[in-house]
């Protein structure tokens, strides 16, 4: 599978301000599992729909950082096949207008896996439709940046209305693995 690229902002070094260019969704500065925006972090896995696949979020420190960590075996048993952490962008699930941005931005680590961003938006009603963008969560901390005109849409046809945009999830999915990522932010960016 050739992977999107998802341009690499930053490496290790974190004083370098992005403020002028971005809009912070959790800067992971509330207790958890409450982010910035008022939403609460979720971990959700295929067991929803009868698979097997088992894993655990913490808030914890990861090489050095705060952050949102996602552990546990992704199983393709009992047509499973995913673990994901989720939050909606609004507290209370509702969209939000995210036109004026042109992607998001990740603050990212794990171990060298691939592993997806999500998007839900108003026009996704199945919990398998999602707009999808692949990346490598690197053994060291990166900032990526995914476009929104580099997500595709799975199992859906509308194209992506960023105008709607309900939620975002990190997920471990399609293959059986050992999935461990870590995320230290998330923003919009321009």
């Known amino acids: 599978m050739i992977l999107p690229t998802a341009m690499i902002v930053a490496g290790t070094g974190w004083s370098r301000s992005l403020a002028a260019t971005t809009d912070v969704i959790d800067d992971l500065s509330r207790p958890p599992p409450r982010a910035s925006n008022g939403a609460d972090w979720e ?17 914890e420190t990861v090489r050095g950082r705060e952050a949102i960590h996602m552990q546990g075996d992704v199983s393709l048993e009992n047509n499973g096949g995913f673990l994901q952490i989720a939050l909606d962008l609004a507290p209370n699930g509702t969209s939000i207008d995210a036109s004026r941005w042109a992607g998001l931005e990740i603050d990212v680590i794990g171990n060298g896996e ?59 999915i399609g293959r059986a693995f050992h999935a461990d990522v870590a995320i230290g932010g998330v923003r919009f960016h321009t």
């Open 114 to 172: 691939s592993y997806n961003l999500h998007l839900r938006t108003a026009d996704v009603v199945r919990p398998w439709q999602s707009y999808r963008h692949s990346f490598v969560a690197a053994s060291e901390w990166r900032t990526l940046r995914l476009p929104f005109e580099e997500f595709e849409a799975h199992r859906i046809d509308a194209p992506l209305d960023t105008s709607t945009l309900r939620r975002i999830g990190i997920v471990a």
């Open 43 to 59: 971990l959700v896995a295929d067991r929803v729909m009868g698979g097997v696949s088992n894993g655990s979020m913490h808030r």
